[in-house]
């Protein structure tokens, strides 16, 4: 009894703190029982406690060594880096591995300052469930060259490993032309274009000549970089007329040669000429895959010089991005939407400009949004009483609404019966009885797709008898393995979901039971769970004995009902009235 005793609590000889250790030190004074509770038993609490008693008629001290039901390991580096030699301007990868229990918490540095995800032209990626990480740097230079570190911290301790990267000059080259001098003419704008791409080491200089004067940026003389090319240049001359017409020059240097290519540039005004600007050979076509979600713009269109092609939507150019692409195959220009949605409506354009004019078609995209199902009320599951069940359709345009049983169309009869109001369609079944079990399908088709979905009416005699809930880690194997042990053993899955799960509501159901409470707390995973429902006779004692037994996929299971009695509490607990009745599932994603 340390009822009228002086108590406190050491761990390793040094005297707990609970805010600092995160744990709770309780007392009942009425028959002086004393507890220290681990809120989130982690490996900073495995050591050595001891609790000293003392009062006037004496000291008492009990000791207990506390360890942890599995294994903790330091942090390693399974995978070390190593140096890297890598030519400038070539993409540059350094990979590694961390192992330990708990995962490390694993960060990159640079010549000591810690890379971030704003550190830019530097990826990062970490995978916390295997310890694998790398760095990636598209387009190496100086700039990135240096003294990579990877540490891996948990508490039991660091380790790094490190590795530098040199950036390696590319081998002296003489100036070539990579995209030969090409230009395109805007008569709408009287704007002439030249593009041309030189490489070499070291990067050549470009000089541009007009007539063998050399020409320098000015008002109408505009030089910048091409967006769509790295390297490229693009030469914009404005206001182009007749007087401006002759040839133009560009030239490459550098310390180990020059190159030069040279365009004459005529403004060409006979009808015959004309007959050279870009023509549609093939007019635009649209098609669409249904399996990629994808929609094709094609068309072909030839000219002399070979027209440059711009792909307009409203108007306004399209730059390429994860929902536009743009490519030449096989001669024809083709525009690829994918991830097609009703945000993606408007006026598609394809236009082809050379130096004798423009040509441009353009069609407009209406696409429909697909139709959205959704359950709206609660079913009631009782013999010889009327059965409703309702579902909301919204989106969608021109739709069509098919009932169906076991994938066979439902003929309204006296029996069963289907409404719709507003919005919201129903399925009514006038005396409810064993007869009517099945899978009842509601199909929605529209304009923008076909939506379907499907619920089983179940009157096995497992439904009002024994039921057993499971919280199994979200493992697609176990799962499968579980349910289908359950089933050769004729005990039926009569609701399964994937959740997260929430402490309050099962604080709330159980109030008055706080031992349940911090069983069914203490043994829950982080992150999303798969709940289940099995149920016949012995179902809870048959679950009891498997996760007792050797069978792996039950080493997933982290909790299951407890008694028979406490069946009922539990399914409410994680479960709506209606999902019992059981939802076909196709398939489970993760």
């Not at 609790?51 to 390693?76: H, Q, Y």
Request: with cysteine.
């Amino acid at each position: 009894m340390l009822r009228d005793s002086k108590v406190r609590w050491l761990k390793d000889g040094v005297e707990v703190d609970p805010a600092k250790l995160g744990v709770e030190v309780t007392c009942d004074p009425l028959i002086g029982k004393h507890d220290l509770v681990f809120k989130n038993f982690g490996v900073e609490h495995v050591g050595e406690y001891t609790i000293e008693a003392e009062s006037d008629a004496g000291k008492e001290v009990s000791t207990l060594r506390v360890a942890p039901d599995k294994a903790f390991l330091k942090p390693r580096v399974e995978q070390p880096l190593s140096n890297a030699k890598i030519q400038q301007g070539e993409p540059a990868k350094l990979v590694t591995k961390a192992v330990g229990e708990p995962m490390p918490k694993i960060t990159w540095y640079k010549d000591g300052k810690e890379i971030t995800p704003d550190t830019p032209g530097v990826d990062v990626f970490i995978d916390e469930e295997t310890g694998e990480t790398e760095i990636y740097i598209s387009k190496l230079s100086e700039e990135f060259a240096g003294k990579y570190t990877c540490k891996m911290t948990s508490p039991l301790g660091t380790v790094e490993t490190t590795a530098n990267i040199v950036a390696v000059e590319p081998p002296p080259a003489k100036p070539t032309f990579e995209i030969p001098l090409v230009a395109t003419f805007d008569p709408t704008k009287n704007l002439l274009i030249l593009r041309t791409k030189a490489v070499g080491y070291p990067p050549p200089d470009l000089e541009w000549t007009y007539n063998n004067n050399v020409l320098k940026p000015s008002d109408e003389n505009n030089f910048k970089d091409d967006p769509s090319n790295a390297g490229a240049i693009i030469f914009q001359i404005s206001n182009f007329t007749e007087a401006k017409e002759g040839d133009y020059t560009v030239t490459a240097k550098n310390k180990h040669g020059t190159t030069s290519k040279t365009l004459t540039i005529k403004i060409k005004q006979t009808k015959t000429e004309n007959t050279n600007r870009p023509q549609f050979e093939k007019p635009v076509q649209v098609d669409f895959d249904p399996e990629k979600g994808c929609i094709f713009l094609t068309c072909k269109l030839v000219g002399d010089p070979k027209p440059d092609i711009k792909w307009l939507r409203d108007n306004k150019e399209i730059v390429p991005n994860e929902d536009f692409e743009i490519k030449t195959e096989d001669g024809l220009e083709k525009l690829i939407i994918s991830n097609v949605s009703s945000a993606h409506h408007g006026d598609y354009s394809c236009m082809g400009t050379n130096v004798h004019g423009m040509s441009k078609q353009t069609c407009t995209l209406m696409l429909r949004e697909k139709p959205k199902v959704e359950m709206v009320s609660r079913p009631q599951l009782e013999f010889g009483k009327p059965f409703e069940l309702s579902f909301l359709v919204t989106g969608g345009e021109n739709f069509t609404v098919k009932w169906s049983k076991n994938d066979i169309e439902i003929e309204p009869s006296d029996e069963i019966s289907t409404t719709q109001k507003d919005n919201v369609h129903t399925l009514m079944i006038k005396s409810l009885s064993d007869a009517h079990a099945g899978d009842y399908s509601i199909e929605v088709c529209g304009d923008g797709g076909t939506v379907k979905s499907t619920i089983s009416l179940n009157f096995s005699e497992g439904a009002a008898g024994e039921r057993g809930v499971v919280v199994i880690e979200l493992d697609k194997v176990a799962i499968n393995e579980i349910t289908k042990l359950m089933e050769d053993n004729k005990f039926k899955c009569s609701a399964g979901k994937i959740t997260k799960v929430r402490l309050d509501s099962i604080k709330s159901q159980f109030a008055n039971n706080m031992e349940a409470y911090n069983k069914i707390v203490a043994s829950l995973p982080d992150g999303p769970i798969f709940l289940g429902i099995f149920e016949g006779k012995g179902v809870v004692e048959f679950i009891k004995k498997q996760m007792s037994g050797d069978v792996a996929a039950f080493k997933k299971v982290h909790y299951s009902t407890s008694s028979v009695e406490n069946s009922k509490k539990e399914v409410n607990l994680w479960f709506k009235p209606f999902e019992l009745i059981g939802w076909k599932l196709s398939e489970l994603n993760f």
